[in-house]
Nanobody, 120 residues
Framework: QVQLVESGGGLVQAGGSLRLSCAASGSIFSINAMGWYRRAPGKQRELVAA???????NYANSVKGRFTISRDNAKSTVYLQMNSLKPEDTAVYYC??????????????WGQGTQVTVSS
């Protein structure tokens, strides 16, 4: 059993910052790529940022230069530092991880989501 637990969402004014965290726990052997997605009201889910096990990163054009993804492998945790937030960043943010379990299984796991609301 593997769980991803997110934290750090909330309400912030435009121009402010938030830091999201996502900790993986359970029967984990190794974690490959980790990432953050978001779903805004009335829109499809989109990739925000991703990071590989080699720390290679990828960002949506809309967040480049404002958001930074990082990971702490010792803690099985991925972070998303969000600066210069805009009202259009308002969404539910979901953590995602590609995990190899101790039972030699491989799967794509999701967190429960955390709300980020940016007021204008």
């Amino acid at each position: 059993q593997v769980q991803l637990v997110e934290s750090g969402g909330g309400l912030v004014q435009a121009g402010g910052s938030l830091r999201l965290s996502c900790a993986a726990s359970g029967s984990i052997f190794s974690i490959n790529a980790m990432g953050w997605y978001r779903r805004a009201p009335g829109k499809q889910r989109e990739l925000v940022a991703a990071i590989t096990s080699a720390d290679s990163t990828n960002y949506a054009n809309s967040v480049k230069g404002r958001f930074t993804i990082s990971r702490d492998n010792a803690k099985s945790t991925v972070y998303l530092q969000m600066n210069s937030l805009k009202p259009e960043d308002t969404a539910v943010y979901y953590c995602n991880a590609d995990i190899n379990t101790r039972l030699a299984m491989h799967g794509d796991y999701w967190g429960q989501g955390t709300q980020v609301t940016v007021s204008s």
